[in-house]
């Protein structure tokens, strides 16, 4: 039976020494921020390239920590994407700011440069991309549109763990490295996930670092001081053990996953779909295609027993919490991706089997 994430098969030889040190805990006792929270810390900074990592409870409080350790005017205005997951507009509202929205490119799932280019003005505080299904966003060009400009960037990286940053002509370095904050879930059903909410924050900026140390903490670095109003935002010791193990395989999964939308991308032949453009190095959190009779192909794909997804069947300004805040506002590339978009398995471990039969059944439709 294809699984269109099977997290038992990816992780299995992981069990044993993930139990065996969770053993360890048990008699240690340091369930919240435990040595191995410091350790994970350190090493996916590590792996990104950043100075300093500070993990928290999820993906969500990722974001809202960074944009509230930037000390903003209440409703300074932060630009994110028309199309992305609801945590990037909420932690904007939590956060007390304001959020605009930008289109995205055409059969891009990254914003468009040319609306965001529009949108920008005297209130825009932050930019805030979204390296979407692991594509990456075009850092290098919003970098040249804000240089002159008192304008923060910080990227949603919840979808691309491990991703590069392809904007770069020469030395590519890797998405968590290269803003002034990155945020990341991993939430289990990401390219690195924990088994339960957790979340990480990279930064070079040493200040950024040591404030959102604190206010992750309850606004506090030391026991009983609380400098800050923070959130109760940590990371626990159990999921640190999880993620350390899973760290060490993430660039081999990455690389699995790469192939398959390769192959995906070659051998899926079919008028009726049409492919999305992805970053040289998107690390495929999703493969997403657009069909325009969707519900046609699902009960096809459901008559064979080959899973998908939707990411996502709502743009923000669509989500009923926020239609009456963009009223009259339409994001024609965000609104096509949002109707027509269908997510394909992506499984790492998918056998070449399986692969030939989703194929086959996507060019028979």
Same mark, same amino acid.
């Given at each position: 039976m294809i699984k269109f994430l099977d997290l038992i098969k990816q992780d299995k030889k992981l069990h044993k020494p993930i139990l065996k040190k969770i053993n360890k805990l048990f008699k240690?006792?340091?369930?919240?921020?435990?040595? /191995?929270? /410091?350790?994970? /810390?350190?090493?996916?900074?590590?792996?990104?390239?950043?100075?300093?990592?500070?993990?928290?409870?999820?993906?969500?409080?990722?974001?809202?920590?960074?944009?509230?350790?930037?000390?903003?005017?209440?409703?300074s205005e932060v630009i994110i994407p028309a199309m992305t997951y609801c945590s990037t507009a909420f932690s904007v509202i939590e956060a007390n700011l304001k959020p605009i929205l930008v289109d995205t490119a055409p059969l891009k799932p990254t914003m468009c440069l040319k609306d965001l280019k529009k949108k920008i003005n005297n209130r825009t505080r932050v930019i805030l991309p979204v390296h979407l299904y692991g594509s990456v966003a075009d850092l290098s060009e919003i970098k040249k549109m804000i240089k002159k400009k008192k304008i923060?960037?910080?990227?949603?990286?919840?979808?691309?763990?491990?991703? *590069?940053?392809?904007?770069?002509?020469?030395?590519?370095?890797?998405?968590?490295?290269?803003?002034?904050?990155?945020?990341?879930?991993? *939430?289990?059903?990401?390219?690195?996930?924990?088994?339960?909410?957790?979340?990480?924050i990279t930064t070079n900026n040493q200040n950024f670092f040591k404030k959102i140390e604190k206010l992750r903490n309850l606004g506090s670095k030391q026991k009983f001081k609380h400098d800050l109003v923070g959130l109760n935002s940590r990371l626990d010791t159990i999921q640190?053990?999880?993620?350390? /193990?899973?760290?060490?395989?993430?660039?081999?999964?990455?690389?699995?996953?790469?192939?398959?939308?390769? *192959?995906?991308?070659l051998k899926i032949n079919n008028s009726k779909i049409s492919k999305i453009k992805y970053s040289k190095s998107c690390v495929f959190h999703q493969y997403i295609i657009l069909v325009k009779d969707r519900k046609?192909?699902?009960?096809?794909?459901?008559?064979?027993?080959?899973?998908?997804?939707?990411?996502?069947?709502?743009?923000?300004h669509q989500l009923n919490v926020f239609k009456k805040k963009f009223k009259n506002k339409h994001y024609k590339n965000a609104e096509k991706l949002a109707k027509y978009s269908l997510s394909l398995p992506i499984d790492p471990n998918l056998t070449k089997k399986e692969l030939n039969y989703i194929v086959k059944t996507l060019n028979d439709y």
């Amino acid at each position: 039976m294809i699984k269109f994430l099977d997290l038992i098969k990816q992780d299995k030889k992981l069990h044993k020494p993930i139990l065996k040190k969770i053993n360890k805990l048990f008699k240690k006792g340091d369930f919240i921020m435990g040595k /191995e929270v /410091e350790i994970f /810390e350190k090493n996916f900074s590590k792996f990104c390239g950043s100075k300093y990592s500070v993990s928290c409870a999820n993906g969500t409080d990722a974001l809202t920590l960074a944009l509230k350790s930037l000390d903003l005017p209440i409703n300074s205005e932060v630009i994110i994407p028309a199309m992305t997951y609801c945590s990037t507009a909420f932690s904007v509202i939590e956060a007390n700011l304001k959020p605009i929205l930008v289109d995205t490119a055409p059969l891009k799932p990254t914003m468009c440069l040319k609306d965001l280019k529009k949108k920008i003005n005297n209130r825009t505080r932050v930019i805030l991309p979204v390296h979407l299904y692991g594509s990456v966003a075009d850092l290098s060009e919003i970098k040249k549109m804000i240089k002159k400009k008192k304008i923060y960037l910080i990227d949603d990286c919840s979808q691309a763990h491990g991703a *590069y940053d392809d904007s770069k002509k020469v030395i590519k370095d890797k998405i968590g490295s290269t803003t002034d904050i990155s945020c990341f879930s991993l *939430y289990p059903g990401k390219n690195l996930g924990a088994y339960g909410d957790a979340g990480i924050i990279t930064t070079n900026n040493q200040n950024f670092f040591k404030k959102i140390e604190k206010l992750r903490n309850l606004g506090s670095k030391q026991k009983f001081k609380h400098d800050l109003v923070g959130l109760n935002s940590r990371l626990d010791t159990i999921q640190a053990i999880i993620l350390n /193990e899973k760290l060490k395989n993430l660039s081999f999964y990455n690389s699995k996953r790469q192939k398959i939308a390769n *192959y995906y991308n070659l051998k899926i032949n079919n008028s009726k779909i049409s492919k999305i453009k992805y970053s040289k190095s998107c690390v495929f959190h999703q493969y997403i295609i657009l069909v325009k009779d969707r519900k046609k192909l699902i009960q096809l794909l459901n008559k064979k027993k080959i899973p998908y997804g939707f990411h996502y069947p709502y743009a923000i300004h669509q989500l009923n919490v926020f239609k009456k805040k963009f009223k009259n506002k339409h994001y024609k590339n965000a609104e096509k991706l949002a109707k027509y978009s269908l997510s394909l398995p992506i499984d790492p471990n998918l056998t070449k089997k399986e692969l030939n039969y989703i194929v086959k059944t996507l060019n028979d439709y």
